[in-house]
């Protein structure tokens, strides 16, 4: 049985009601998240081109779901577990033993998308089923970056595991170029990149952990008047407007990362998911060092980071 | 519906010239120079955007379309539109002339929609302003993005609705003028008249069809749909972001906000209808408080409100189908709608 026979007869065999799983996109070679039934179990499909972390789309399921996890994936179901938004008696979690997922763009850049039907990998390599014939590219020329310092590979939280457990990376030498810079020269690399955001939040609104209805940096403009009371005011902080300049760009990207301490999954949703690819695992990757370092904290702790805080005080 | 076939089979005049060199960059260079506030695709690592440049060098051609549409040249992201204190200082106005180099089919038509939006009934001074002074000099595309649908619209990406319009056939420059600005940036360059041979090998290249997309459009099954579970369904995986709408070259939603309580700027910036906070009424009552009102607005505003105007506020560019981070698909969206 292959990968993608695993993973339908497993979650044919959980019963759920609702499946969470990769399905294929009209016209193109990637997959996309799709909420299902077992009569579409047939549709379920799997590639390294299923990029995406599922763990948004369950927080508004109700009811057993179950749904094909990738290490980062899992890291960040554990992690919506921990902080209450999601039952873990509800899921049936079928995990991935990943490999890395390919950078969809950088396929782009190779290969011409349309030629492609199907993608899979094997071995160092990655052999896309073209319209005319096949071909084989190393799997080290299109890995997304992300993938290259993953910690979890292998889920940390499942019911089934497809695929032999792997080792992770441990350690953080792709912040090194950035960490040597000066001060200076970093402020100057970070505010060229934040100068492309068009503020579309995209980075926000896929990340699993930006779940709040309310976002601090959403301008709220409802309308405030002389009648308007100083506690009415005060609920509706305008912290940031709409304008779109490089530095309330970044006011915007450090406020949003801050709120990831010692939460990220690292799945790489919000990079993927920039239409100016602004390299935003950095900001979370750096501020991943600085928790685990500084405040001794390790994503794998049951207690979740900001509570950990409080407890410790001051 | 209103055929969105140009007016360019009117004019007798069009001129259809070859130049001897690299155009883009000597228009570029031209129009720098002759004080143009100039809008052209700079490349950055992979991929093109739209900016405003100072030098030819900086633009690079290289591309299917630029991941931002030209829009922003007419409507950019930010504009103050009032400066104020104790009463109204200053109200800016765009002095310079603009042009864009670069644009493709798809977008030169999105402005031509824009237009319709932001001149026909009440007139938008701040768009007018830039619009009277802007001229377009367009690419002719040679091969479509995978996720291209213009042809759907009666766009041809072979002939885009602009002043100028440049095409590399065969190893030539091709240079026509489609208006009377076009024309006149023309004569600033030396070009000698296309041949025989040469006019079949162009009209050849423009009769040409490009193997692309088609999206289904049935504005009576759309009508009936409003209430269909459809739209929950295509939602689902929606993430309520703005990537579609702001890279949507003929989206013009925006919101206006004061910056400064005694002394500030009143500015317009882009909006979204895929924000919850963009229908959010100051009674706290939002009309479309859920995801999918939001998705299903998007798609009924481009294919059925807008046809109050006469058209699809589509033209087929691709953009949100590439850069959605769910993968929604208007073309499998619109044309499956049940």
Redesign the interface.
Known sequence: MNEVEKIREELKKSGAERIVAFVK????P?E????LSQKDIDKVTFSPLSV?NPA??LM?LNGKVAVVAKGCDAMAIRQLIKEGKLKRENLFIVGISCRGVIDY??LS?IE???EIREVRLEGEEVVLKMRNGEKRIPFAEVIEENCLYCEHPTPVIYDVLIGEAREGRKDFSDLEKLEKMSREERWEYWISQFE?C?????C???CPLCYCEECIV??????ISPMSTAEDKASYPRLL?????AKDNAIYHIIRVLHHAGRCSGCG?CE??C???LPLRKLERKLEKVVKEVFGYDLNEDIPFFSKLDMLGD | MRTSHSSQSLICWVIKMIYEGDFLKDAISNLLARGYKVFAPVK????H?FREVKSAEEADFGYILP??SAKIAVFP??EVLIKYSSWIDEIPFEETRIAIVGIKACDAKAIKLLDEHFLEGFVDPYYKSRREKLLTVAITCEEPG??CFCQSFGINPRKPEADVVFSRIGGKTFVNAYSDAGKDFLSEFNLRNEGEEEARLRQNFERETLEM?KIEIDVEKLKKSFESSYWKEVA??C?????C???CPTCFCF?I?D?GEKKGVR?R????CQ?P?HT?E?S?HNPRAEKWQRLRNRFYDKFYYALRKGDYYCVGCGRCID?C???I?I??VISGVR
Request: hydrophobic share 35%; with cysteine.
């Open positions: 996109k009209e016209n193109e990637r996309v998240l799709a909420v995406n948004k789309l508004q763009r950088k850049k011409k998308l349309s492309r068009i503020r579309c939040h995209a926000r609104s896929v959403d301008p709220s403009n409802l309308a407007g709409k304008t779109v300049n949703e993927r998911a239409p100016m690819e | 950055l690592g992979d991929f955007l991941r931002n992201e930010n995978i996720n997309r689902v995986n993430k309520s972001c703005g990537v709408t702001y890279l919101d906000y910056e500015i910036a882009w909006d979204s924000f906070l959010l100051s706290s850069f981070p769910a993968g698909d073309v499998s």
